[in-house]
Nanobody, 116 residues
């Protein structure tokens, strides 16, 4: 059974930090990318950071210099280190896993709330 599980969300004051974790299991195909998205209330889901296998990271302009995506030695785990958080970073953060044959898997999301 495929599972994509995010964790690490919570409530933090502006200027604080959080580290999100995404762990994928049960996926039989090779993973080509693991990405972080977020969706704020009333807004569309947006790409935050992407980490393709063997490729370079990419970030939304709004998080460049503050967020860092990285992969654990267990390659089906990816992190999102979020520093200097702002109230506008408040959203549900989702992990998306893409396989080499184009299958997408989404997690259930983890809530991040940044208070001013």
């Amino acid at each position: 059974q495929v599972q994509v599980a995010e964790s690490g969300g919570g409530l933090v004051q502006a200027g604080g930090s959080l580290r999100l974790t995404c762990a994928a299991s049960g996926i039989i195909f090779i993973i080509s990318a693991m990405d972080w998205y977020r969706q704020a209330p009333g807004k569309q889901r947006e790409l935050v950071a992407t980490l393709p296998s063997g490729g370079s990271t990419n970030y939304a302009d709004s998080v460049k210099g503050r967020f860092t995506i990285s992969r654990a030695n267990a390659k089906n785990t990816v992190y999102l280190q979020m520093n200097n958080l702002k109230p506008e970073d408040t959203a549900v953060y989702y992990c998306r896993v893409t396989t080499v044959n184009g299958i997408l898997y989404w997690g259930q999301g983890t809530q991040v709330t940044v208070s001013s």
